[in-house]
């Protein structure tokens, strides 16, 4: 089993449209979770951090269950510029671990 | 002005003939990465440093080194690139382990003929 599994899409969806990924995660000792936001042939760069509370930037909401080892990003009125690859990040510290668990990412193609 | 810089960007070496690949910041950060991206899929660590001290991933081939001469620069060698080796390779950077931000690269190409 995958440490971090998500849904590699691609989703297709209208310019406007809401659309939503998830996200779980095989470590009940995971600390942190982020999403990464990664465009075609560049470097993952940091979206945003999920808090347990969920957290909003913009049109974007984080939210993480950890009871469900869970994580969603709910992305509205999208935008053509929303077209990339989205990687759900587990991060896992502690003893001799201390890295960045990416997920394989979902695909999303936002269309005019 | 870019923070962690990565040369090449595209790297094409032969079957078995040792590469190189540099990674260089100006962010003055306490941790750098490299991580091994094939197509397709999730970013992997093969290993990172803390400052001078040297911690490789349990499952990271023994073909794969690094060096880091000073707080900048961080290299990664590959002695002997097997096909299997074609991917992208990501540096990043983070001030401190945890919980911090990590800053990538833009990651070098390497293609192995």
């Known amino acids: 089993r995958k440490e971090v599994e998500q849904d590699p899409g691609p989703f297709n969806v209208p310019e406007g449209a809401t659309v939503a990924f998830n996200c779980t995660y095989s470590?009940?000792?995971?600390?942190?979770f982020f999403w990464y936001r990664q465009d075609c042939r560049k470097e993952p760069k940091l979206l945003m951090s999920?808090?347990?509370s969920g957290n909003e930037d913009g049109r974007f909401t984080a939210q993480l269950n950890r009871a469900s080892q869970y994580i969603s990003l709910l992305i509205r009125d999208s935008k053509l510029s929303d077209s990339a690859t989205y990687l759900c990040v587990s991060g896992d510290y502690g003893g001799a671990t201390n890295k960045l668990i990416f997920g394989t990412g979902t695909l999303l193609a936002v269309q005019p | 002005d870019a923070m962690v810089i990565q040369n090449p960007r595209y790297q094409v070496t032969q079957f078995g003939k040792p590469v190189t690949l540099s990674c260089s910041q100006t962010?003055?950060?306490?941790?750098m990465y490299w991580y091994q991206q094939k197509s397709s899929q999730a970013p992997k660590l093969l290993f990172h440093y803390y400052d001078k001290d040297f911690n490789n991933e349990a499952d990271t081939p023994d073909n794969f080194q690094s060096r880091r001469p000073n707080t900048s620069f961080c290299f990664l060698d590959i002695r002997s690139p097997g096909l299997g080796d074609a991917a992208m390779y990501l540096c990043?950077?983070?001030?401190?382990?945890?919980?911090?931000?990590?800053?990538f690269g833009p990651g070098t190409r390497l293609t192995v003929l």
């Open positions: 990043a950077t983070s001030r401190e382990l945890g919980t911090d931000t990590q800053y």
């Open positions: 470590n009940s000792a995971s600390q942190s």
């Open positions: 962010l003055n950060h306490n941790v």
């Open positions: 999920v808090y347990s």
